[in-house]
């Protein structure tokens, strides 16, 4: 090939994968551009990467954790969170723990007092506890080690830890709980059930406010103002006290969580409303469309006009409402847990973490309960701007 | 000529005009939706077993008292809880209809009515400053936001913004109240110092000095922080997402060509058009005046609405509960009926619904 | 000479006495906050010399300052039990003493109780206080039923057998002279009186237009006056005039101070009574505090950070916040230890009445009870619970208290899962192929625990683990605390978590909650039924170890004497001994106080209990503020 004759394959080539593009731009389905636009945006995306760490760690929670819910430690209690060293004695060997313990007297409050008292007035800083850690001995960190013993997801059997000491020292990333539990570990376990109960109730509000948004809209008339009715008389029910009865009136023996799961699932029944009256709104602006008159007139079912046609449409802005919504219930959770509504200890989820961390005492002396808050935020600020970001990226205009 | 002209219509029936036609049905449907709502909120409050009795006696108990059972059947009778719900039910319905009695509260040993009046000028004033502070900051913070999109303080804002809705407000709360006890040496919580409050009993200080007293304002800055950034966050999204709509329209574009000042643009036209959905949010506020937060008026001690329908729910004082729950469900019905009168008003295609499907 | 000796010697005594006399009159000073108050002069306001109370304390204090104190809830109780005011009442080692009165004598067989008032005492008004107010309170009000109270138990007694209850009848002698007189003998009358009586006195000039009798209100004006008071029906206002009156604002009290404000406040003060019947050695009226402030919390982190920034005065303190208060440099407080009645500070009660006829025969067995005891690792949950405060220890009445003994309060308390299991199998239950017992119809044992604080959740999942270790399935659930109440009542509770446990400073003054005698007891509850009216639907009849408790119940509170009275106590605390009925887990926790550094005569040493009125021991007249 002459040199003329490959420039010009070479533009042909160019030419042609311009021309690809563009067909696949403009053959594409809504789903690809929008994906593609999501893409761009900077902050769905990190969003999106921090979901997927979340709910991924969340899967795996019983083989990253390298401690349990019940592994209560009467030596463990209250530790801050344990550090990682490199070098012990000047030299290098590997990613290893100390051994640390609380240093305590058994005093009593008036043993204590005293103590105080006498300290102040020798003018010495007065602490109740003093932390020892042993130097002596580094318990090296490995991957893969043996620990308590789990079943993944209720099936698999296993012991194999992600990380820990051969010798079964403790190594607590984020510090203890008052009982000596590692709280990196309830972290994780607790995400198993902060994290996915949202999706339940969002869903079923999803299905819900879409079915009798569209009805209401689209047929108009008298069913119209019956719905539009029970929407009012449903949104003006109070939700604190339909918490609080439900929460007395649910029997005896049925656990925590699930108990939660009941709860979301019947307020969910009441929670439509607000994606309703929107759905209701746009189907009132669009069922006098050409497209809808005419599969009318070919003789299309209503309930095939309203899924396959109209709803469609604005799926988008269903997504983004969807997306949003978890958010509002990750919070919900954990304000119905401050209130002794939701699920309550022994169980653990997020909302029972942040309850133990809402306590002057904790504040002050273990800081490190805070570190949940942290999660939380996180979650809900990754919901959200992914939100945004769908809806920036299912907006036609830009 | 024209003054004749006017006269010689004839006059019209009130009712004849499909505006009114239309106020008239929804204000038609308002009573029966209130007596439904007011028997299913009857129902909510007596769905948990016992009743205020069992919360006395257990409140009683906890302090070491010993509750005779002659005792326990006076009060019982007393309180009327002897009767079946639906009795007590009618009972208050027909007292608040005929009389505008609302019942007494068993925990405070008053009316009502007065139980509820004496928290409601601090819910109003706590509800409009945290709302006032939303929207005062959210709207120009979203203009700005939507103006300079994608610079850095687009970001910065919007991270802030979501922050404040992100943070739990309880833990939240907490925080801040430690926080000023470790930077002050006194714990700000509750709206009020120990000098204010005995100024005011001893009547010294009246309502508005303490709204203009700068120890009012210092302590108000909890509360601000902690409930207005929810509204804060909302304001700032909406009006960014709908300036940014506003913004890419035709007539700016037209506007600039033509040479208008870009301030003028924002201002002038954006900003009107943007405001609209904020404005018509505005419906759902007269319930969320009258109630408030919950969650953040306990962890912060304020004397408001919230806590006090929160108390009266867990005790069973089932007169106050259900009066404080009827009226936020009234307000909201009445909300939804003036924000739909209005919407009938601008958009001619509501007044006609209900006639044909076209 | 003589004469003229003895003469100038009477002439001196007689000139000597002048400022005696005088300076009896003049020795007594008031508060500076008094001065200016159009009031009468001191001495005319306090009882005569010879009855005026003159309080005994550590350090004379001075005047001046508020004491702020913390209000949690709606409770009255919460101002009222520090400032009231007693017939007789307790000191800090059990032994009661005069107070409103000023003095006693009973006849020999116990029947006769003469009650000595002071002569001059007046109401906070002024109105002088005379014995007719204990007649009008006990005639007029307590026993016509102007209230929902019952007339106080105290005021009861019975033959030997525990019958014919009849009423005590008063007697007036004169007016600061009365008599109480029983138809059987009532020995501990006055320590009942304190613990249940409270006061029997009421301002009879300031009630008698408010209330309805035969010389009083007819019960149309009574309906009027309560409409027009705002109260819902006269009986409220009867509880509100006449029981929980302290917190009605204007109603004349005896106490130290009186209400000011709104008891609903953000803040509500109280106000020194200057009729207050009490002075110091040197003759100070007293209070020394001139005003008390309650300042309103809605959560129990507020109550920290306000006794952490010197807000509170004096608060009650959480275990697990002792150590913050400790660490925190600036906290201008002292922390005080008093001892506390409970039994122990973690235990269970299984409900022998439970509806459920299996679990009901599993928990009437003693054995049953004893493997559950030595089931648990009270170790982990005196470490893990009580950070260590307190000690492994079976539920028993702590030393000092009458019972006591180091037998009781190690029974049951090791840690044997194996003879634990033994025992199971002894009540005839079968272990499964999964490791969990069931029943010998094959029914499966489930323990359900039940509790209504959320603190108690720990203790919850501790006990759950070492049952599940023992073998018997377990769940836990938290219950608001009226619901908790609501299943209780009705029977419906299981095996109970610190919810009205053993608690109390002697069994024969206030046995309520530990036997049977009515449907108080957590571990009985139907029984108490049963004993009241045996062919009550929901009683359930109790087995034999029930009933012989039963009976010894009764011939204790018909015991002629307090001898007699306690050696019974004595029979039926080795009953609680063998039986179980509350399975403790650690010993008592202390009750901590923090007060402000500066606050005197607050006693080190104390028992908080309600009998003594908690805080009220400390005698708050006597408490003063020192300069900073």
Known sequence: ?398 | ?358 | MKRILSLALALLMLVGMIPMASAETAAYTQSPYLDGKELPAVADRLPIASDVMVEEMKEIGQYGGALTLLQGGSSKWGPGKPTEEALFRFNTDGTIEPNVAKGYDVNEDATVYTIYLREGMKWSDGVPFTSEDCRFFYEDLLIPGVTTKSVWEAMYSSDANGEDKTMATLEIVDDYTFKVVFKYPKPNFLKELAINGKWFFAPKHWLQDKIPGENYLSQEEADKLAAELGYSDVKSMGNSLTYYYWIVPGRPTLRAWTIQGDFEAELCTWVRNPYYWKVDAEGKQLPYIDELHFRRYSDAEQALLWTLDGTADISSVALADVETILNDATAAVELIEWSSVDWASNSIQLNQAIKDEDLRALFQNVKFRQALSIAVNREQIVELVDNGYTEAAQSAPAAGAQGYSEEWTKAYTQYDVAAAQALLEECGLVKGDDGFYYFANGKKVVLNLQYQDETHASLAELLKNDFTILGLETTTRMYDRSIMEEMRSANNHEVVINYESFSTVSLSLRPDYFVPFRDYCIWGTAFGLWYKNPANEAAVEPPADVKAMLETYDKMMAATTVEKRDEIAGELLAMFKDGLYEIGFSSALPAVYAIDANLRNFPDVAVDCDEFRNLGIANFAQLWLAAE
């Open chain 2, 1 to 358: 000529m024209e003054a004749s002209a006017t006269k010689a219509e004839p006059r019209r029936n009130p009712f004849s005009s499909p505006m009114a036609r239309f106020i008239y049905k929804r204000v038609l449907t308002f009573i029966p939706i209130m007596l439904i709502m007011s028997l299913l909120i009857f129902i909510i409050i007596q769905l948990p077993p016992g009743d205020y009795l069992t919360t006395y006696i257990a409140g009683l108990k906890a302090e070491g008292q010993v509750v005779e059972e002659a005792e326990i059947a006076m009060l019982k009778e007393q309180f009327g809880l002897d009767q079946p719900w639906y009795v007590q039910y009618f009972k208050w319905i027909w007292n608040i209809i005929t009389d505008f009695n609302f019942g007494y509260s068993f925990d405070f040993g008053r009316p009502v009515w007065p139980v509820i009046a004496e928290v409601l000028p601090m819910t109003i004033a706590v509800s409009l400053i945290t709302m006032l502070f939303g929207y005062l900051v959210g709207i120009p913070l979203g203009i700005y936001s939507a103006v300079r999109q994608y610079s850095l303080g687009d970001y910065v804002l919007t991270f802030i913004g979501f922050l404040g809705m992100a943070m739990p407000n309880f833990l939240f709360a907490i925080l801040l109240m430690y926080g000023t006890y470790i930077w002050t040496g006194t714990a700000f919580i509750g709206l009020y110092t120990e000098e204010i409050l005995l100024a005011v009993n001893s009547g010294a200080m009246q309502w508005y000095h303490v709204l203009v007293h700068p120890d009012f304002w210092a302590r108000m800055t909890i509360p601000i922080l902690v409930m207005g950034t929810d509204g804060l966050c909302g304001t700032l999204r909406s009006m960014r997402a709908q300036m940014l709509d506003e913004l890419g329209c035709q007539y700016v574009l037209a506007a600039r060509a033509k040479g208008v000042s870009e301030a003028r643009i924002i201002y002038k036209y954006c900003l009107r058009a943007a405001l609209n959905p904020t404005v018509s949010g505005l419906s759902g506020m007269l319930s969320k005046i009258f109630n408030g937060s919950t969650i953040s008026a306990i962890v912060l001690n304020l004397q408001i609405m919230g806590p006090r329908l929160y108390d009266a729910l867990k005790a069973q004082d089932m007169y106050l509960a259900g009066t404080i729950l009827l009226v936020m469900g009234f307000l909201i019905v009445l909300g939804t009926l003036l924000s739909d009168i209005v919407l009938a008003w601008l958009d001619p295609r509501i007044r006609f619904e209900g006639r044909s499907a076209d």
């Open chain 1, 1 to 398: 090939m002459t040199m003329q004759e490959k420039k010009a394959l070479r533009a042909q080539q160019r030419a042609e994968k311009q021309r690809k593009k563009e067909e696949s731009y403009y053959l594409a389905s809504q789903w690809t551009l929008m994906a593609r636009k999501l893409g761009r945006h900077h902050l769905a995306r990190v969003s999106l990467v921090i979901l997927a760490i979340l709910y991924l760690s969340a899967l795996f929670a019983d083989f990253i954790a390298p401690s349990n819910l019940t592994a209560y430690n009467s030596k463990a209690q209250s530790l801050p969170p344990t550090q990682i060293h490199l070098f012990h004695e000047g030299e290098f060997i590997g990613p290893f723990v100390y051994e640390s313990a609380w240093e305590t007297k058994k005093m009593s409050v008036k043993e204590m007092q005293a103590a105080k008292k006498a300290a102040q007035e020798a003018g010495i800083p007065f602490s109740t506890k003093q932390i020892v850690t042993d130097t002596t001995t580094p318990h090296k960190l490995r991957l893969f080690v043996e620990g308590p013993a789990y079943k993944w997801l209720g099936l698999i059997e296993s012991n194999i830890h992600l990380f820990g000491t051969e010798s079964g020292v403790g190594v607590y990333l984020y510090g203890t709980d008052t009982m000596g539990r590692d709280l990196f570990s309830r972290l994780l376990l607790g995400s198993q059930v902060s994290l996915t109960i949202p999706f339940a109730g969002t869903a079923i509000s999803f299905v819900l406010g879409i079915l009798l948004g569209s009805i209401s809209g689209y047929f108009g008339g008298k069913i119209d103002n019956v719905i539009q009715r029970v929407i009012e008389v449903l949104n003006s029910l109070p939700s604190l006290p339909l918490w609080m009865a439900l929460s007395a009136a649910i029997p005896p023996n049925i656990p925590p969580v699930q108990m939660y799961l009941m709860i979301t699932v019947i307020l969910s029944l009441i929670g439509w409303t607000g994606l309703a009256r929107v759905v209701r709104g746009k189907f009132m602006s669009l069922k006098n469309e050409d497209f809808v008159v005419a599969a009318r007139l070919a003789g299309v079912s209503d309930m095939k006009i309203i899924l396959k046609h109209l709803v469609p449409g604005f799926m988008s802005y269903l997504i983004v409402s969807l997306t949003m919504g978890i958010p509002g219930m990750i919070i919900g959770e954990t304000s119905m847990s401050f209130l002794g509504l939701g699920i309550q200890a022994p169980a653990t989820s997020w909302g029972v973490l942040l309850k133990e961390a809402q306590s002057v005492t904790n504040i002050a002396q273990n800081p490190w309960c805070l570190i949940p808050l942290i999660y939380v935020v996180i979650a809900v600020l990754a919901f959200n701007f992914l939100g945004d970001g769908m809806r920036d990226a299912a907006d036609p205009y830009k």
